[in-house]
């Protein structure tokens, strides 16, 4: 199963959980692509049966260059025609997003605004979303931020526990895809 790792990251909390995909994946099935996305990135999604797509929350929403990414990679779908009225699932394509939060003030739900905004992207790519992963992360150089929010201190989040939660996440999504590899 052809599988993407595609996300951006600010201050490392988002490419520390890409990696840990990364490396849970590749020990499972050998290998999986991971970008960051850059301004000159070109990544064709339908090329591949597994998204795996994140962002850090920045005002509710995933980064502005992971945005501007994404809706220019649909402009160009839709423009060729391969975006189909009602976005039919694709069968074996399979999406899953994550983020990582500060939630300086209401915590988790920060998060799901940005993962909701992956998922309609990757729905309207034909995958069959199967999660949205919210892990918590600390602001860089902003103590005052991780300390005193609903989550109680963050500064050294995502930890070991978040990431060993996330390559368990990993390992049983992986297993339950195993029927659908080639």
């Known amino acids: 199963m052809k599988t993407l790792i595609f996300y951006d990251s600010i201050g490392g909390n988002t490419e520390r959980v890409a990696q840990a995909i990364h490396e849970t994946v590749a020990a499972a099935w050998g290998d999986a692509d991971i970008v960051k996305v850059r301004k000159e990135t070109a990544v064709d999604f339908t090329d591949y049966d597994l998204i795996l797509i994140g962002s850090p929350v920045i005002d509710w929403l995933p980064t502005k260059k992971l945005m501007d990414h994404v809706m220019g990679f649909m402009k160009s779908e839709n423009a ?29 739900t920060e998060a799901v605004p940005m993962t909701a905004w992956l998922r309609a992207f990757l729905e309207h790519l034909g995958c069959l979303v199967l999660h949205a992963w919210h892990v ?12 005193y929010g609903r989550l109680g201190d963050i500064r050294h989040r995502p930890d070991e526990a978040d990431l060993a939660d996330i390559r368990n996440r990993v390992a049983g999504l992986l297993a339950s895809l195993e029927a659908f590899r080639q």
């Open 80 to 108: 060729s025609g391969r975006i189909r009225p009602s976005s039919p699932i694709v069968p074996g394509r399979f999406g899953v997003c994550f983020g990582t939060f500060g939630g300086p003030h209401i915590g988790r």
């Open 136 to 147: 918590p992360g600390a602001f860089q150089n902003r103590d005052e931020l991780n300390r």
